[in-house]
C-alpha cells in the first residue's frame, strides 16, 4: 500500500527516483510525486493518476537536485488528486514528508495543528506529520521527528527531508521501509525492487527504529534513543527477475513461472522424507489454526483438509481481520500458520501478533525473504517462489498450497506415521505437470472470448476444490471486473441455482474425486436450466464431455494435489477475459499488492 523511494548520492536523482517508483507502481497507482533539495530549497511536482503522467511534468527536467523522495500512492484518506498526493510539505516548505500507513488520531491531531495556525492543504492523514514535525523542528530535525510520532497513533513508513540538511530520515512502525547500501550513495524504498538495480545489500528497518542517511552512510536508533546495530542483508535475486520479459504483463509471466516457482519451493525438502527446518516441537500440538487474507486465505482452506486429512489434527481458518479482533481462545498447544504472500499484510501480521500474545506456536508460510511477519513468527516455510509482481496473485498461491501440503505431511512424518510413498512421488511431478498444463492457455484463450461480455459467472467445486472455486471467482473479479461467486457444487440447489439461465457461465472443477459423480449430477442440473458449462476435467473418457460446453483436461493427479494444477486453467481464464476486454491486468483498479493498512 503506497511505494516510499528515497536517494541520496551522486546519481542522476530524477530518472533514479522515477524509475524507482515504477518498480513500485504495483503497491498503489492513483496518484504520485516527488520532492526533491536544489540549492538549498524543496521542489515538489505531483500528479493525479499513475506514474508516467508524473514523469512527463515538463519541471521534473530543469532539476538538479543532491536528494529526494518519492511516492506513488493508493488512497485511503482523500480522493486521489494532486493536492492529497504526497510528499507534504510543511507551512514553511521547509520539509517534506512521504507516508505509508495511517495515522489513526489524525483528525484530533489536525484540530489541535489547526488551533495553533498551521495550515492544513489535503485531506490526508499524512499531511499531520509534516505539521507536527514542524511543530518541533528547532534545529534538530530528528528530535523533531521523535516527538512529533510520538503523538501519532497508527501505523507508518515514513521518509523525512529538509531544506536545511543534506540527509534524509526514515522512521517505520507497522509498515515496511528498506535501507539500501551503496559506495558514497544510500538509497530508501518500502521494498526491495525499486533500488535493485543499484545495489544488493539491504538493511530492514523494523519497528520503532529511525534511520538517518546521508551520502556516506546510515546510523539507526531505536525510538528511544539507543544505536541499533544492524545487519546487512545480500538480495538473491536479480534485476531479470523483475522485468517482464517477452510476456505481455507480469500476471501473465508469473503465471507461467509455475512449473519453477513450485520446483523451488520444493527444492531439497522431498526426497524419501520431508525436510523442513522449522525448529519447533509440534508434539504436544492439539489444534491447528491457518489465519491469512484474500488469495492466501483461499489456500489456508485447502491447508485445512491436507492437515487434517495427513495429521488428524483438528484445523480452522479464519480471516485474519476476524481473528484479531475476536478475543480469540488460544493455548500453547495450538499452533498458528499465518500464510502471506508479502509477509506484510497489516491483518495478518496483526493476528500473528495476537496468537503470539497468547502463547499460540506460530508458524509463517511467506513468500518475501526478510519480511516483517518472517520476522515474528517462531518458525516459518519461505514459499522461494521469486518476485510477484501483479497485484494479482497466482505462482504465489500454488506455492502455498504446495507449502502447506508439506507441511501437514512433515507432522505426520513427526508424528511417527507413514508416508505414503505415491503422494512423494507426485509430488516430485507437479512441475512437469503445470508445464503441460499450461499448454491449455490458447484453448482457455477460445473459452474467454466467448465470455468476455459476461455480466456473471459461477465457480463450483468439492471438497479440496471447493476453496480453488473460490479462488477461480477472485481472480476473475479482480481482474476483470466481472462479478464472480465461488460455490461448494451441493450448494448450488439452496439458493444459486436461481441465478442460472442461458446467460450464466458455470465453471466446474469436475476432475476426478470420491464425489465425481455428484459433481456430474450438479452440472446436469445446470444444463438442465440452459446454464453454459466449462468444466475442468482429468479424465479423458468421463461423461463430463457429454455435458459440458467446453471441457478443459488437465494432467491427471492425485486428488491431493488438484488445487494446484486446477488453479492455473482459471488463472488463465481470468487473465485471457481482462487481457481481451483491453483492461489493466496488472494494476487493476482500486487495489494494491501489499495491504499494509486495515
Ligand atoms: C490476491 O490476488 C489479492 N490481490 C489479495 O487477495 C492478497 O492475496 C491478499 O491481500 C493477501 O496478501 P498477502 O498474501 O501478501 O498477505
Not at 514459499?383 to 501440503?405: M, N, R
Amino acid at each position: 500500500m503506497c511505494g516510499i523511494i528515497g536517494y541520496i548520492g551522486d546519481k542522476k536523482i530524477i530518472p533514479l527516483l522515477i524509475n524507482g517508483l515504477k518498480k513500485l507502481e504495483y503497491r498503489g497507482y492513483d496518484s504520485a510525486g516527488i520532492c526533491v533539495r536544489e540549492n538549498q530549497e524543496l521542489r515538489t511536482i505531483k500528479s493525479k493518476g499513475r506514474i508516467s503522467e508524473l514523469e512527463s511534468k515538463k519541471e521534473l527536467n530543469s532539476l538538479n537536485p543532491d536528494l529526494g523522495i518519492a511516492h506513488t500512492r493508493w488512497a485511503t484518506h482523500g480522493i486521489p488528486d494532486e493536492k492529497n498526493a504526497h510528499p507534504h510539505t510543511d507551512c514553511k516548505n521547509q520539509l517534506a514528508i512521504v507516508h505509508n500507513g495511517i495515522i489513526e488520531n489524525y483528525s484530533s491531531l489536525k484540530k489541535l495543528l489547526e488551533k495553533e495556525g498551521h495550515e492544513i492543504k489535503s485531506e490526508t492523514d499524512s499531511e499531520i506529520i509534516a505539521h507536527l514535525i514542524e511543530k518541533f523542528y528547532k534545529d534538530d530535525l530528528e528530535e523533531a521527528l521523535i516527538k512529533a510520532l510520538k503523538l501519532t497513533e497508527g501505523a507508518y513508513g515514513l521518509a523525512l527531508i529538509s531544506k536545511n540538511e543534506k540527509k534524509i530520515l526514515a522512521a517505520r512502525k507497522g509498515s515496511p521501509l528498506v535501507i539500501g547500501v551503496g559506495e558514497k550513495e544510500m538509497f530508501l524504498a518500502s521494498d526491495v525492487p525499486a533500488i535493485l538495480e543499484h545495489t544488493k545489500k539491504v538493511i530492514y528497518l523494523h519497528d520503532n527504529e529511525i534511520a538517518t542517511l546521508t551520502k556516506e552512510g546510515y546510523q539507526v536508533k531505536h525510538m528511544n534513543g539507543e544505536y541499533v546495530n544492524k545487519e546487512i542483508h545480500e538480495i538473491k535475486y536479480s534485476v531479470e527477475n523483475l522485468e517482464k520479459g517477452n510476456f505481455k504483463h507480469f500476471m501473465l509471466k508469473e503465471i507461467f513461472e509455475q512449473p519453477q516457482a513450485i520446483g523451488n519451493t520444493l527444492r531439497g525438502r522431498i526426497k524419501n522424507q520431508l525436510k523442513l527446518t522449522l525448529n519447533l516441537d509440534l508434539s504436544s500440538i492439539k489444534r491447528i489454526i491457518l489465519t491469512a487474507c484474500g488469495t492466501s486465505w483461499h489456500s489456508a482452506l485447502i491447508g485445512k483438509h491436507l492437515i487434517e486429512k495427513f495429521t488428524r489434527i483438528p484445523a480452522e481458518v479464519d480471516y485474519a481481520s476476524e481473528f484479531r479482533y475476536r478475543n480469540p481462545i488460544l493455548t500453547e498447544d495450538d499452533l498458528v500458520v499465518v500464510i502471506s504472500q508479502s509477509g506484510e499484510t497489516a491483518d495478518t501480521l496483526a493476528a500473528l501478533r495476537e496468537a503470539s500474545a497468547r502463547n499460540a506456536k506460530t508458524i509463517g508460510i511467506v513468500n518475501v525473504v526478510g519480511s516483517t511477519i518472517t520476522r515474528e513468527v517462531n518458525s516459518g516455510i519461505y514459499l522461494h517462489a521469486g518476485p510477484e509482481t501483479g497485484v494479482a496473485s497466482t505462482k504465489a498461491f500454488t506455492s502455498q498450497v504446495l507449502a502447506l501440503l508439506l507441511l501437514a505431511l512433515y507432522i505426520r512424518q513427526e508424528k511417527g506415521l507413514a508416508l505414503d510413498k505415491e503422494i512423494l512421488e507426485e509430488i516430485n511431478l507437479l512441475p512437469e505437470k503445470i508445464q503441460k498444463t499450461l499448454e491449455i492457455s490458447d484453448y482457455v484463450r477460445t473459452i474467454a472470448e466467448k465470455f468476455k461480455d459476461s455480466k456473471n459467472f459461477l465457480y463450483f467445486g468439492r471438497g479440496i476444490n471447493f476453496p480453488v472455486a473460490l479462488e477461480g471467482a477472485l481472480k476473475l473479479k479482480e481482474i476483470s471486473y466481472i462479478h464472480a461467486e465461488g460455490y461448494p457444487a451441493a450448494e448450488m440447489k439452496h439458493g444459486p441455482i436461481a441465478l442460472v439461465d442461458e446467460n450464466m457461465p458455470c465453471v466446474f472443477l469436475a476432475t476426478k474425486s470420491e464425489l465425481s459423480q455428484k459433481v456430474l449430477s450438479n452440472i446436469e442440473e445446470v444444463r438442465a436450466r440452459k446454464g453454459k458449462i466449462i468444466s475442468v476435467v482429468n479424465d479423458r473418457n468421463s461423461e463430463y464431455k457429454n455435458f459440458s460446453d467446453f471441457v478443459i483436461e488437465v494432467p491427471e493427479t492425485l486428488e491431493e494435489l488438484s488445487p494446484i494444477i486446477n488453479s492455473i486453467p482459471l488463472q488463465l481464464l481470468a487473465y485471457h477475459i481482462a487481457d481481451l476486454k483491453g483492461l489493466d491486468v496488472d494494476k487493476p483498479r482500486n487495489l494494491a499488492k501489499s495491504v499494509t493498512v486495515e
